[in-house]
């Protein structure tokens, strides 16, 4: 069996050994209901506010400010349609951007389809957005601004500072979905003026089917899921426990390597983008060249497919991406590349491939040399290379 070479951690990641040896307990051991009275609960209920605790610190948050979800999508339901129905008096209109994740857009268009006005905005070549069109884009009856905090397909950076201090001049609430930047660039909360933000565990070496919402203190938007009192009155349902403490265990430890982390991936990733580049040729690199996550990189190669390339990198033991892992089942090309300006038909052949502290230079080198033969052999067979290269012969 070849080695597996994992570079789709933008998809998901894998669960920390620390942070499934903290979990454990809470299975067998520990596990009584944090909400009943009685002392064998004690434990449980500790644990959740520990983590409830470790996580408002990464972020500059209070405590009381962060609530506990099955992840990133609700998160991003939450945010969303309840910030429309607390502030529906005020107004109906809402701000977002056309490169967002799927858990935004739908939730977004839902939204349309009960009375709500949504702005999408463009953004340029890198994906990033346009502020002075944001600005433009304020009405009077503008509710809530929703940005993402760094694009999980090509890894661009938002100004989500400037959209903070844009919202808060105009008493405007800004939600940030920070899935793929949390635990993976310093986040600060009030620095930021984000009034609420959305996180998965999954996405940093913790648990999946767990993630939290931090909504500001004052921020007046209502439960999402009815029938308790849990979360302050606010998420009803039986604690997720050992998920609790799972996100919490992995901030904690994704918190302590962050900087040190970052630093690694960062070399690897230029690395892996040099060699690419300089030996593949017809490839665009998308994303900013600098406002970047340091553990992605997406790449866009003329004349072939990219489900094609899939299919034969993971006969090599190699698993990557062709965009998010939610629309992997389409047909069309992903809507980031797309709304940064790509035809369908470059869009069609790209590649995401997003690196882990475990992963080694003599990986990288493999998976760019495997990269190499696969792109090479799948643009023998198209019709559409040969023309080019005729063309470029006359």
Known sequence: MKELIYLD?????????????????????????????????????????????????????KTNEIYFT???SESDNWAIKATADAYK????????????????LHTCQYLEDHGY???????DEDGVVDLEQLKAAIRPTTIL?????????????????????IAKEHGILFHTDAVQAYAHEPINVDECHIDMLSASGHKFNGPKGIGFLYIRTGVKIRSFIHGGAQERKRRAGTENVPGIVGIGKAAELAMETLAERAAKERELRDYLIKRVMAEIPYTRLNGHP??????????AFRFIEGESMLIMLDGQGICGSSGSACTSGSLDPSHVLLAIGLPHEIAHGSLRLTLSEETTKE?????????????ERLRSMS??????LNKQKQ
Do not use: C, W
């Open 9 to 61: 951690n933008a998809a998901t990641t894998k669960t920390r050994p620390e942070v499934v040896e903290a979990m454990l307990p809470y299975f067998t051991e520990r596990y009584g209901n944090p909400s009943s009275i009685y002392d064998f609960s004690s434990a449980p209920k500790e644990a959740v506010a520990n983590a409830r605790e470790t996580i408002a610190k990464s972020i500059g948050a």
């Open 70 to 72: 099955a992840g990133g």
């Open 89 to 104: 008096a005020k107004g109906n209109h809402i701000i977002t951007s056309k490169i967002e994740h799927h858990a935004v």
């Open 117 to 123: 006005e949504v702005t999408y905005l463009d953004v």
């Open 145 to 165: 601004i929703s940005i993402m905090f760094a694009n999980n397909e090509i890894g661009t950076i938002e100004p989500v500072r400037e959209i903070g201090v």
């Open 290 to 299: 600098t406002k970047h996550l340091s553990n992605n990189t997406n790449f």
């Open 363 to 375: 990986q990288i080198d493999f998976v760019v040399d495997s990269l190499k033969s696969i792109v």
């Open 383 to 388: 019709p559409l290379y040969e023309d080019f």
